[in-house]
């Protein structure tokens, strides 16, 4: 019997995801590697030497490739401790502008995906009394110019997290959410490249600068970890303190 624990990862071919791979894999858990260009993957797992690294490609949002995620994780390692639904697309386009098949697309990977992932791991989940970790965001808890379908997406996790730990709580597998601001990713980087954008947004963090991803992947192993064992239904923000303003403007400039 393998006794090894399991962390699964969604869209871990980059950013957070990949920096959440490596940060479980640094604590001892093989890990899984999922996202829609297997190259990707590859190229992260190949910089995973210490622990058995397995990599499923395929799209969160499709049901058969899910299915294939969760019978190729168990049949590899025989069961899931961690599920971390980080796989998400990011689409910015005023209400009159955005097509049906763009919000459906968005609608698909960053709802439906951590829908059906955790529903096809709960077996294994329960049976390990394990965790689940989704990767939400800041644009889940307030606004966006210009974002609100991204910003409808990951509202929508953020319930679904607290729904789902009254329902998994019971059966004693946490679920939690981390709620990031901007962060340095190649995602991110037409704005973390762009002087003008930035300084708007360190108007706005009083930390002033962008996330680390390893700053978030420290923030999903604590919440996946024993010493968050009784932290369940929480949405943890890693904003620098974005949250910290009640939106207005800085008028300390002007004292």
Known sequence: MNNQKVALVTGAGSGIGASVAKRFANNGFAV??????ESKLQAVAEGISNTPVLTVPGDVSNQEDVKNL???TVETFGRIDVVVNNAAIAVFQPINEISLDDWNTQLGINVTGPFLVTKEAMPYLEKYQGS??????VSGIGGDWGGFAYNTTKGAINLMTKGLALELGPKNVRINAVAPSLTDTDMAAFVTENDSIMADFKDRIPMQRAAKPEEVS???????????RFVNGAILTV???LNASNGQPNMSKYL
Not at 132 to 137: E, G, H, P
């Open 32 to 37: 899984v590697l999922n996202g829609r260009t």
């Open 70 to 72: 969760i019978a190729k």
């Open 132 to 137: 689940i970790v989704n990767v939400s965001s």
């Open 218 to 228: 420290d923030v999903i192993a604590f919440l996946a970890s024993d010493e968050a």
């Open 239 to 241: 904003d620098g303190g």
